[in-house]
């Protein structure tokens, strides 16, 4: 009973995630449109928002970050740049 209501609350969170990441996404055609920036930079600016989704799958990391203590932000930070780290090296070793 815990797990299923886990679950939905994860799957709910994740479709409001989606739907600001489509609305966020709208804002960004519209205000590049007005900008009228040219097509490459267009295609950057959407492939930039497409990385930075599958990344963090829409969490604000940096609001998350921000409001933690200096020292646990740290420690974080630099756990996730050792698995970046690591990861590379991981991949090099191929």
Avoid at 35 to 42: A, F, G
Avoid at 50 to 63: C, D, H
Avoid at 67 to 74: E, I, N, S, V
């Amino acid at each position: 009973m815990v797990g299923l209501a886990a679950t939905q609350t994860y799957l709910q969170s994740l479709t409001v995630r989606l739907e600001e990441w489509r609305l966020k996404r709208r804002d960004t055609e519209e205000w590049m449109r007005h900008r009228q920036l040219p097509e490459d930079l267009k295609h950057r600016v959407r492939r930039f928002v497409q990385y930075k989704w599958l990344a963090t799958r829409g969490v604000n990391e940096e609001a998350i970050l921000h409001a933690l203590p200096a020292d646990l932000r740290r420690d974080i930070q630099r756990h996730l740049c050792l698995d970046l780290v690591r990861r590379g090296l991981h991949i090099a070793n191929i």
